[in-house]
């Protein structure tokens, strides 16, 4: 084969940045000439004072585009109750976090932090130590949630009581070389977890295979990670890692501005927008919709195509969640500037509510014995809609892994578990003046190793959190007649202000957020997913197509 002439072109060929910002400072910058060149000069401080602002911002206000997505499904004829009543929680939400007292998720995230600096910015510190400043110090003066857990052994774990450490990555930029441009993600448990990669062959690269093969995992994406979801994926890839890295940056909406056609000379990457049309469509026929029922499982799909090794085929999928947290930022010679993210969302807010959106609601008594409470559940099919109030007690992963001790050294199991409701969550830090703080669901797949046990116990018979679960819980709820009712995923500062109305420390301090909590609820939404009889209002859309058969 004959060799090629010579020519390059970046990877990953952005194009120009059309972000509109707003200034911060002018601080802590200044500019000198060199050897003919213009450099910019930044102190720590600055670039720690940028860092704690980003995370102040992308904690309490989202994208216009994000909350006009949101709006569209309020107005969107084909949307189903469902997804309006999801859509409009999350709209209410959005309006209460951006009062920057709560944060829009109890999940405030790992930091994550891209920079580019200019090979003409000069810095008097390493700067990963400022970032890191920036990132304590918005972490212990908000009301955000501390979860990096420090290895103390191979098998025990600290929390490090401030959220580091951070993901800082920096990288050299020669086309912005007076410039330093960074984004700043916070990345909650949820949407991380579902980032996945596939190590395929060539067999799947045509249309109708790889249609086939793209249904059967989305439909095991769930909705533990809170849709509607920012869909990516991404076909190929140098190294594996670079596929998964290329899936993150897309899904913060980064490679927006990619070619949409490939080149055989560079290999450079590109988006495919028809195929992006059809995976859309794809997933609006899957049925799982915005968390329960319906059309929107997406908001929207990002296809982005890499050149690969002959031998080697990684694709990754990877989504960005409710809370949609990102936002760039740049240090220049005018100054410190940030993305501007939308602070007063009300205007997205509908004038006027369907009345579907408050009709088929069953009240639900939680102040009632359990078996009564039971009963009442038993008469109402999966997908049903209720409303709670009364009183849940709040255990999750730690403080299910200890209770399961106990019953496994032959003591009793907990009376509470008996007597009252299970939320699977774990608070941020509560506000002065408030009952709680931030307070929304985690993902019920983790606890479902403990349920059967349980169960069998008397405990566990009902259980809320958020997104679908195995097939060994809606045997275990059959067995012994117990419910699994799911929470919306993402409103957790709405819950805080509007539902949840006292909390109380009730079993294990020590595991600080993951302690078991009492509270007391009032028209807390959720919704049946299994019930008593076994049935499980997810189990339909895990079936996947089958080859060579076409998505409604």
Known sequence: MAESEFTYEDLLPIGPDKTEYRKLSSEGISTFTADGKAFLKVTPEAIANLTEVAIHDISHYLRGAHLQQLQNILTDPESSPNDRFVALDLLKNANISAGGVLPMCQDTGTAIVMGKKGQQVLTSEKDEISISKGVYNAYTKLNLRYSQLAPVTTWEEKNTGNNLPAQVEIYSDFDHADEYNFLFIAKGGGSANKSFLYQETKAVLNPERFINWLDEKLRSLGTSACPPYHLVIVIGGTSAEHTLKTAKLASTKYLDSLPTSGDAKTGRGFRDLQLEEEVLKL??????????????????????????????????????????????????????????????????????????????????????????????????PAKTRVSLTGTLVVARDLAHSKIKELIDAGKPMPQYLKDYAVYYAGPAKTPTGYASGSFGPTTAGRMDSYVEQFQSLGGSLIMLAKGNRSSAVSAACKKYGGFYLGSIGGPAARLAQDCIKKVELLDYEELGMEAVWKIEVENFPAFIIIDDKGNDFYAESRKPLMIGQKPK
Do not use: W
Request: include cysteine; hydrophobic fraction near 40%.
């Open 283 to 380: 997933s609006r026929n899957i049925g799982i919709g915005a968390q329960f029922g319906g059309k929107y499982f997406c908001h929207d799909v990002r296809v982005v195509r890499l050149p690969r090794h002959g031998a080697s085929l990684p694709i990754a999928i990877a989504v960005s969640c409710s809370a949609d947290r990102q936002a760039r930022a740049k240090i220049t010679k005018d100054g410190v500037f940030i993305e501007k993210l939308e602070t007063e969302p009300a205007h997205f807010l509908p004038a006027a509510l369907d009345q579907d959106l408050s009709d088929h609601e069953v009240k639900i008594d939680l102040s009632k014995p359990m078996k009564e409470i039971l009963a009442e559940l038993s008469k109402y």
